[in-house]
């Protein structure tokens, strides 16, 4: 699925192998598609699965493309759901129509389905910018602005009214699944990160939280505040014990 952030307008493809050949080959074939409305992107946002290496980045870095890989499938969420309600809708159909089949065939009616499915999405209404993809195409073509509301309503400030984090406070990490041990996540498994960091720099936008840069973090993380703890006001300079006398 080839989703634009800004029109949320949708292209979806199939695949006969996740090479990096043939990923570079259907990219190439809708880019340069005079039906299709979209160009040549500035920024991609991908996974790191290897149907995005060698041919495939080669391709986006002659466009002039900046890649950024995913580092979690939170990152990708607004194409992952895609992919959930397109499984949700098209494969209960295409299991009952196996059962008419033999059982050495299997049906391929879902790649008719992904496009008609992908021409109802473009034409129906979306919520954060109160206009269809196809409206937001034709206004992004005459040079308009395209404005959106957040997809989540705070309850605290954000933006230029969030209170910063200054660069000397000692902070942990959210780890995402399996990050710590790796494979998938066990209820043993740490909730923040073992290593302690200091705020390296920050990026703000207006109603968006603030993002925190890590100093000497590998990978390089950038997070908002929400998936920091903040040691400095949970651990005292000291600890003072008491002693209870036995009655």
Request: net charge neutral; hydrophobic share 35%.
């Amino acid at each position: 699925v080839i989703k634009d952030i800004a029109t949320r307008y949708r292209h979806s493809f199939t695949l006969t192998d996740k090479t990096a050949t043939q990923m570079a080959r259907e990219i190439r074939k809708i880019y340069n598609d005079p039906n299709c409305p979209l160009s040549w992107p500035k920024v991609l946002i991908v996974d790191k699965g290897t149907e995005y290496m060698g041919e495939c980045r080669d391709l986006f870095l002659r466009h002039g493309m900046r890649i950024q890989y995913a580092k979690s499938k939170r990152s990708m969420a607004i194409a992952e759901q895609d992919h959930q309600e397109f499984e949700k809708h098209v494969f209960f159909r295409q299991d009952a129509m196996d059962l008419y089949l033999p059982l050495t065939d299997r049906s391929r009616e879902w790649v008719v389905s992904l496009h008609i499915n992908d021409d109802k999405y473009n034409d129906s209404l979306t919520k954060l910018i109160h206009i269809s993809s196809n409206e937001a195409v034709k206004k992004s073509l005459e040079g308009k602005k395209i404005f959106a509301d957040p997809t989540v309503k705070h309850k605290r400030p954000i933006g230029y009214d969030e209170p910063l984090l200054l660069s000397d406070v000692k902070v942990r990490h959210l780890l995402e699944p399996g990050e710590l041990e790796g494979w998938r996540k066990r209820a043993t498994d740490c909730n923040w990160s073992p290593e302690i960091f200091l705020i390296e720099s920050f990026s703000r936008k207006n109603n968006q939280p603030v993002l925190y840069k890590l100093h000497n973090s590998q990978p390089p993380y950038t997070m908002y505040s929400g998936n920091l703890l903040i040691l400095d006001t949970l651990i005292p300079n000291h600890i003072e014990i008491y002693i209870i006398p036995e009655l």
